[in-house]
Protein backbone atom coordinates (compact mmCIF):
# COMPACT_ATOMS: atom_id res chain seq x y z
CA UNK A 1 0.00 0.00 0.00
CA UNK A 2 0.88 3.67 -0.67
CA UNK A 3 0.60 6.37 1.78
CA UNK A 4 0.14 9.40 0.44
CA UNK A 5 0.45 13.37 2.32
CA UNK A 6 -0.64 16.73 0.24
CA UNK A 7 0.99 20.03 1.14
CA UNK A 8 0.64 23.15 -0.76
CA UNK A 9 -2.60 24.23 -0.41
CA UNK A 10 -3.64 28.21 1.18
CA UNK A 11 -5.36 30.91 0.95
CA UNK A 12 -4.86 32.96 -2.53
CA UNK A 13 -6.17 36.08 -4.13
CA UNK A 14 -7.80 35.60 -7.59
CA UNK A 15 -5.68 35.49 -10.46
CA UNK A 16 -2.64 34.03 -8.25
CA UNK A 17 -0.67 30.85 -7.96
CA UNK A 18 -0.29 27.87 -5.99
CA UNK A 19 1.60 24.74 -5.84
CA UNK A 20 0.36 21.83 -4.47
CA UNK A 21 2.56 18.57 -3.52
CA UNK A 22 1.64 15.13 -2.87
CA UNK A 23 4.57 12.82 -1.42
CA UNK A 24 4.15 9.15 -1.57
CA UNK A 25 5.23 6.03 0.77
CA UNK A 26 5.13 2.67 1.00
CA UNK A 27 5.15 1.16 -2.47
CA UNK A 28 6.85 0.99 -5.75
CA UNK A 29 5.18 5.26 -6.95
CA UNK A 30 6.03 4.12 -10.55
CA UNK A 31 3.42 1.54 -10.83
CA UNK A 32 0.75 3.82 -9.56
CA UNK A 33 -1.41 6.39 -11.76
CA UNK A 34 -2.36 9.51 -10.10
CA UNK A 35 -4.46 11.90 -9.88
CA UNK A 36 -5.41 14.89 -8.02
CA UNK A 37 -9.60 15.47 -7.13
CA UNK A 38 -11.28 17.96 -5.49
CA UNK A 39 -14.37 18.52 -3.33
CA UNK A 40 -16.19 21.85 -2.67
CA UNK A 41 -19.20 22.38 -0.11
CA UNK A 42 -22.13 20.70 -1.26
CA UNK A 43 -20.65 19.05 -3.90
CA UNK A 44 -19.43 16.01 -5.20
CA UNK A 45 -15.71 14.84 -5.15
CA UNK A 46 -14.23 15.69 -8.89
CA UNK A 47 -11.07 14.79 -10.85
CA UNK A 48 -9.01 18.00 -11.57
CA UNK A 49 -6.11 16.01 -13.27
CA UNK A 50 -4.62 12.62 -13.88
CA UNK A 51 -1.03 11.36 -14.76
CA UNK A 52 -0.84 7.97 -15.76
CA UNK A 53 2.42 5.45 -15.03
CA UNK A 54 3.71 6.48 -18.51
CA UNK A 55 3.13 9.92 -18.04
CA UNK A 56 -0.13 10.76 -19.92
CA UNK A 57 -1.61 13.60 -18.63
CA UNK A 58 -5.70 14.05 -18.16
CA UNK A 59 -7.15 17.30 -17.58
CA UNK A 60 -10.95 18.93 -16.56
CA UNK A 61 -12.45 21.37 -18.70
CA UNK A 62 -12.53 23.41 -16.06
CA UNK A 63 -8.99 23.81 -15.19
CA UNK A 64 -7.77 22.82 -18.88
CA UNK A 65 -5.18 25.85 -19.40
CA UNK A 66 -4.41 26.91 -16.16
CA UNK A 67 -3.40 23.85 -14.29
CA UNK A 68 -0.52 21.62 -14.79
CA UNK A 69 -0.01 18.19 -13.21
CA UNK A 70 3.24 16.32 -13.21
CA UNK A 71 5.09 13.27 -11.54
CA UNK A 72 8.76 13.25 -10.42
CA UNK A 73 9.31 9.26 -9.76
CA UNK A 74 12.81 9.50 -8.33
CA UNK A 75 11.15 11.99 -5.52
CA UNK A 76 7.92 10.00 -5.49
CA UNK A 77 5.82 13.09 -5.56
CA UNK A 78 3.31 14.43 -8.05
CA UNK A 79 2.67 17.98 -8.25
CA UNK A 80 -0.07 20.30 -9.35
CA UNK A 81 0.90 23.61 -10.47
CA UNK A 82 -2.32 25.74 -10.33
CA UNK A 83 -2.18 29.33 -12.32
CA UNK A 84 -5.11 31.78 -12.63
CA UNK A 85 -6.75 30.59 -9.72
CA UNK A 86 -10.78 31.78 -9.63
CA UNK A 87 -13.03 31.49 -7.28
CA UNK A 88 -14.81 28.61 -8.42
CA UNK A 89 -11.19 26.72 -7.79
CA UNK A 90 -11.82 26.68 -4.22
CA UNK A 91 -12.17 23.41 -2.47
CA UNK A 92 -10.27 20.91 -0.87
CA UNK A 93 -7.93 18.97 -3.19
CA UNK A 94 -6.50 15.16 -2.56
CA UNK A 95 -4.39 13.13 -4.35
CA UNK A 96 -4.93 9.86 -5.36
CA UNK A 97 -2.89 6.64 -6.19
CA UNK A 98 -4.22 3.81 -7.86
CA UNK A 99 -2.93 0.60 -9.05
CA UNK A 100 -3.94 -2.02 -11.36
CA UNK A 101 -2.36 -4.99 -10.21
CA UNK A 102 -3.47 -5.53 -7.42
CA UNK A 103 -6.14 -3.44 -7.69
CA UNK A 104 -5.58 -0.42 -4.96
CA UNK A 105 -6.98 2.85 -4.36
CA UNK A 106 -5.50 5.30 -1.91
CA UNK A 107 -6.44 8.83 -0.85
CA UNK A 108 -4.65 11.49 0.70
CA UNK A 109 -6.00 13.32 3.80
CA UNK A 110 -6.57 16.49 1.78
CA UNK A 111 -5.33 20.15 1.71
CA UNK A 112 -7.81 22.88 1.79
CA UNK A 113 -7.67 25.64 -1.10
CA UNK A 114 -9.23 28.55 -0.78
CA UNK A 115 -9.46 31.73 -3.38
CA UNK A 116 -10.84 35.13 -2.06
CA UNK A 117 -9.92 38.29 -3.21
Known amino acids: QVQLVESGGGLVQPGGSLRLVCAAS????????MGWYRQAPGKQRELVAS???????NYSDSVKGRFTISRDNAKNTVYLQMNNLKLEDTAVYYC???????????WGQGTQVTVSS
Open 96 to 106: RAQRILPSTVE
Open 26 to 33: GDIFRLYN
Open 51 to 57: VSKGGDT
